[in-house]
């Protein structure tokens, strides 16, 4: 008996032991912890069922009576404690038997299962919670076992399954997509079920024609959580990121970055054979400032296309910025350089765009590996070199990389150098060259031209050297320099003889060019008809709005403007309209063709009809010949320069052209000059 009570007392459940009658005959020691004693005294010798609250005696009853007939109960009821929290408990009712198997007892275990019930409801809540998120979410979900069989769809998978196959729960999935076996689509979910790890990949799904991101999760019976959602979408922006970060937007070519990727690796893969071609268009800036941007752009778009066309794959060639394109070439010297002339061969027809008819040209630059140029820079600076020489050489045309070229780069170094000090060391002088006036036959005007007399170089061209000062800048002080020099000495001669002076479009970038040409006028006390400044197109061309207020404001002063070198530049006609010139000076490159080509003539009978349409002054350079001098006669042009009336001398010009042979030299300073002679004499004209 002790030790059945010792049994009893040892338990952590609540036992309770009850006689046939169903009284309660003893409590175990956990029984009486939880009762207060009075309670247990009370209890003991009481029907057990009588114990607890109405609403569960039935219950009591009815186990009881099981355990008597010989049978275990067990029922579950939840009932107030000692002090009324509601307390879950599980119990179980048996019959105890005595070695006969007669049954002398009953015992009750009552367990408190209020914790457990707690956790299991908490459990429900989160299940019904995960399975309202399953259902609602937007993203497909499958619930497989380990043998690939569905055992739950959410709404959205039901939904995208059913576009593509017949896939229901309970079936395998495999049975439903088979062309998926024969891709590596079970093998990218076999962590999951071998090792327990989670996946997540992309693929694209056949029958939907679409791409899923796929997460798959293990879950506790070996099975696995499928997500997926269809990614398409955002693949295809992700991808266009991608595309744009290595590609030029405008017209879809490499951008420089992915160039110097292709170029670096077409390196490393080794080879004298590679060659950098860089391609700049010529007259772009022209088109873009005249057209506007967006005639640009499509330009530039449609060049693209050319040059694709040409290279045929377009994974070697980058747009670099502006109107810059370069292409990796793989090949010996020959094939290089052919295939660079048919780049430019490509954009020598003319372009349409939005109704404008626009003929181009392009320059290119080639450097090759096999010329001693290792690196993607040094490459690049090759290529660079030569192409600035091809523009230099007229544009339109191919030039290779030499190492003479890094001579005369060095040569312009230095000149650009000397160049800064000219003014100051005196170097610099001004020759003037008469203009004839065809009617009267006599000198009215001279053009102010440059010279610079440098001490080992010799006599520099302004060809050569104005460029160089208008890249530095140094054309702003050396151009105030010819207006205050030229319009000083010009009061030393006769009062009905002008002075012409080239303005350079470099300096019409600052707003003081009116104030400049103002002083110089003051300074001297020329007057200001007296004075004509030559411009050329391109100070139409860049920022036009701004330089057409300074030549207004120049008009304004009284001074004539005439417009240089006409008829070689861009668009010549269209800038007649833009500005009323006193003067047109046509190019030499015409005049040197008259008795050669009839074309040329006709081209210079217009402009001569042109300018007198348009009440200027037509004056015709270059001419060389008593016949071309004779032949603009004829044709009806105001005035004519050139060598055969007289070449650039320090002494303005020869007064035996205005006084009938009378030979009368101004006093000004420089009228005795060193090494030019007087103008040769032309009676007849
Ligand atoms: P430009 O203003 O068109 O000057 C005429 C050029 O043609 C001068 O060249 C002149 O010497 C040359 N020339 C004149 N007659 C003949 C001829 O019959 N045959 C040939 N073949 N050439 C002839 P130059 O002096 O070498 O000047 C070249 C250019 O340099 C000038 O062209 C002008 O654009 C520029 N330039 C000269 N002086 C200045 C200056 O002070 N300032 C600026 N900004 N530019 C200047
Ligand atoms: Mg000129
Ligand atoms: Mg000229």
Avoid at 283 to 309: C, I, Q, S, W
Avoid at 384 to 406: N, P, Q, S, W
Avoid at 624 to 642: C, M, R
Wanted: hydrophobic letters at 40%; proline letters at 4%; one cysteine or more.
């Amino acid at each position: 008996m002790a030790f059945a009570r010792s049994i009893l007392d040892g338990s952590p459940d609540f036992v309770t032991v009850l006689d046939l009658d169903g009284r309660v005959r003893s409590l175990g020691r956990k029984a009486m912890e939880r009762l207060s004693q009075d309670v247990a005294n009370r209890i003991v010798g009481r029907s057990w069922a009588d114990t607890w609250p109405k609403a569960h005696r039935a219950a009591v009853k009815q186990a009881v009576a099981h355990a008597r007939a010989g049978t275990g109960h067990r029922f579950s009821c939840i009932c107030p404690d000692r002090v009324g929290a509601d307390t879950s408990w599980d119990i179980t009712v048996d019959p105890v038997r005595d070695a006969d198997g007669t049954i002398t007892h009953i015992l009750v275990i009552s367990r408190d299962v209020s914790e457990q019930e707690r956790m299991r409801r908490e459990v429900n809540a989160a299940r019904a919670q995960v399975a309202e998120v399953l259902e609602s979410t937007t993203d497909c979900v499958i619930v497989v076992d380990r043998d690939s069989r569905v055992t739950y769809m959410n709404p959205h998978a039901r939904t995208f399954v059913g576009r593509t196959s017949a896939l229901k729960v309970g079936e395998v999935f495999w049975d439903a997509y088979p062309e998926y076996l024969t891709t590596d689509l079970k093998r990218r979910f076999e962590p999951v079920h071998a090792r327990g790890e989670a996946v997540k990949f992309e693929m694209f799904a056949q029958r939907a024609d679409i791409w899923l991101e796929i997460h798959a999760f293990p879950n506790g019976s070996d099975g696995m959580s499928i997500f997926f959602r269809d990614v398409t979408e955002a693949r295809r922006a992700r991808e266009e990121i991608v595309h744009l970060a290595h590609h030029d937007p405008l017209t879809g070519l490499l951008n420089r970055t992915s160039f110097n990727k292709v170029l670096e690796e077409a390196l490393e893969r080794g080879g004298e054979e590679v060659a950098v071609l860089l391609l700049d268009l010529d007259l772009f800036k022209e088109v873009n400032d005249t057209m506007g941007h967006p005639v640009g752009d499509a330009l530039l778009r449609a060049v693209a296309r050319r040059l694709r066309e040409t290279v045929g794959d377009g994974s070697r060639m980058a747009r670099l910025g502006g109107d810059e394109f370069a292409v990796v070439h793989i090949g010996d010297v020959g094939s290089a350089s052919a295939f660079a002339g048919r780049m430019t061969a490509c954009l020598r027809p003319p372009f349409e765009i939005d109704g404008n008819v626009i003929h181009l040209g392009a320059s290119v630059g080639l450097a090759r590996v096999a010329d001693g140029r290792r690196s993607t820079d040094e490459l690049f600076k090759a290529a660079d070199i030569a192409l600035y020489r091809a523009k230099a050489d007229g544009g339109g045309t191919v030039r290779l990389f030499e190492d003479g070229m890094l001579e005369r780069i060095r040569v312009r170094q230095f000149m650009k150098q000397e160049l800064g000090g000219a003014l100051e060391r005196e170097e610099l002088h001004l020759a003037y060259q008469p203009l004839l006036d065809l009617r009267s036959g006599t000198v009215r005007a001279v053009e102010a031209l440059l010279r610079w007399d440098h001490p080992t170089k010799g006599s520099v061209s302004p060809a050569e050297f104005i460029p160089l000062a208008e890249e530095t800048g140094l054309i702003v002080p050396i151009g105030d320099w010819v207006l205050q020099t030229a319009c000083r000495q010009a009061t030393e001669w006769p009062e009905d003889v002008s002075v012409a002076v080239n303005v350079s479009a470099v300096q019409f970038r600052c707003n003081s060019l009116p104030l400049k040409v103002a002083a110089a006028l003051a300074r001297s006390g020329l007057a200001p008809a007296r004075l004509e400044l030559e411009i050329t197109e391109s100070v139409l061309l860049h920022e036009s709005e701004h330089n057409m207020r300074i030549l207004h404001a120049l008009k304004g002063l009284g001074v004539r403007i005439a417009l240089d070198d006409f008829g070689t530049g861009f668009s010549s006609l269209s800038y007649l309209r833009l500005f009323p010139f006193d003067k047109l000076k046509l190019d030499r490159c015409f005049v040197s063709d008259i008795g050669r080509s009839s074309q040329s003539e006709a081209i210079i009978r217009a402009a001569g009809e042109m300018g007198r349409a348009l009440s200027m002054v037509t004056t015709a350079e270059g001419v060389e010949t008593a016949d071309q001098l004779a032949w603009l006669k004829a044709n009806g042009w105001s005035q004519a320069q050139g060598y055969f009336v007289g070449r650039p001398s320090r002494l303005p010009f020869d007064l035996a052209y205005r006084k009938g042979g009378q030979t009368e030299l101004p006093s000004g300073s420089d009228a005795r000059g060193k090494e030019q002679k007087t103008a040769p004499i032309l009676g007849q004209a």
